[in-house]
């Protein structure tokens, strides 16, 4: 198959915009730019289309998909009864990068909520995205435009370097600007429950509802997956990643493994580099921001030609770096 390229410069390109609303309407999978990061969509009512989405991505079929929309009426067109706080929630974060799990309406597809009785539903804050689903008017569900296991793409060489010849087309934009994908919240229950932590922090959620719960591996995860992707391995890069506890020991496991003849690379924090000797350096940035938005585009571009083993710190957690860090540990081959 041959991948189009539909970018968008500067202007919003109607044509382009409608070619790719065209393609999606018909059952194609298109790949789209958002806030967060690239996502890979298709008509969330069509279950074959949502099929495509599961074989390009090599995605395992029980880890449900997102759904995106254009307005909070559509959003609301797609679930079924729930609890108050949410339009408070809608209005404050929305369009914004947040995911709310709701009860569905079963409106959608089967194999877009992997059998689930709920469906997680979001309005991305990107002109591109809006545009698009305007254009096209039909709930469009999208995964992240990875190949699964890989990190999540900011841009659309990203999308290209893991689908390109696997899907009808790219829409192409800017880099995403926030880096890490969005924060899913289950509003199904009394109080919201984090799924997945994002740029909206569970301090912002609470300053809008008050209580906040965040879903804690420790809570039997493994045995009962609140949100089925949390168990699957995430963002590898091409190189084992140890992830460094104590900042102090960093330069000491440099030293160790380059005794083992190893090029060692460290993915750390601008200012804790100045203070490093490594062969390499993937430089996250000074700001928590910076950092997110930094994050998997060097995770991409850790290569097996240019080091054995990479080594990273643990980041400053505020704001969206809490994000980063569990990121950064889901990709972890080893936390010492
Ligand atoms: O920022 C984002 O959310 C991006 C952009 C493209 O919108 N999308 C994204 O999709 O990250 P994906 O498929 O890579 O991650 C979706 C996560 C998975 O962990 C999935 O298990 C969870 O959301 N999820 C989706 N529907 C759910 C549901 N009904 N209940 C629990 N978790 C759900
Ligand atoms: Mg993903």
Not at 68 to 85: C, D, M, R, W
Not at 213 to 242: D, M, R, T
Request: aromatic share 4%.
């Amino acid at each position: 198959m041959n991948t189009k390229r539909l970018i968008i410069k500067n202007k919003i390109d109607d044509d382009k915009i409608e070619e790719a609303a065209q393609l999606l309407r018909k059952g194609e999978v298109v790949a789209f730019p958002t806030e967060t990061v690239y996502g890979l969509g298709a008509d969330a009512t069509n279950e074959k289309a949502i099929d495509k989405i599961f074989k390009a991505k090599g995605r395992p079929s029980d880890n449900p998909l997102i759904v995106h929309i254009a307005t909070k009426e559509q959003l609301f067109g797609l679930v079924a009864n729930y609890p108050s706080y949410v339009e408070k929630l809608i209005d404050a974060f929305s369009p914004g990068p947040i995911t709310y799990v709701l009860n569905s309406n079963e409106k959608v597809a089967a194999n877009v909520t992997a059998g689930l009785e709920t469906i997680g539903v979001r309005i991305p804050d990107d002109q591109i995205a809006l545009a698009l689903l305007k254009a096209c008017a039909i709930p469009i569900a999208a995964p992240s435009a990875n190949v699964s296991g890989k990190p999540s793409p900011t841009t659309v060489d990203h999308v290209l370097e893991d689908l390109d010849g696997k899907i009808a087309a790219v829409l192409g934009g800017c880099e995403a600007e926030v880096g890490v994908e969005s924060t899913v919240v289950d509003c199904t229950g009394d109080i919201p429950l984090i799924l997945r932590l994002g740029k909206v922090t569970k301090k912002d959620i609470e300053k809008i509802v008050g209580k906040v719960q965040v879903f804690s591996s420790s809570q039997g995860e493994v045995k009962k997956p609140k949100s089925p992707g949390l168990k699957y391995k995430h963002y590898a890069p091409e190189v084992p990643l140890l992830l460094i506890e104590n900042s102090e020991n960093i330069q000491s496991v440099i030293n160790a493994e380059q005794k083992k003849n190893q090029r060692v690379g460290a993915l750390v924090s601008s200012q804790t580099a100045q203070k490093l000797k490594a062969d390499r350096f993937f430089l996250l940035g000074y700001k928590e921001e910076e950092m997110a938005s930094n994050l998997y585009k060097l995770l991409r571009s850790i290569k097996k030609q240019d080091v054995d083993i990479v080594v990273c710190e643990y980041l400053p957690v505020e704001h969206v770096g809490n994000a980063v860090m569990d990121r950064l540990k889901r990709a972890a081959t080893k936390i010492i």
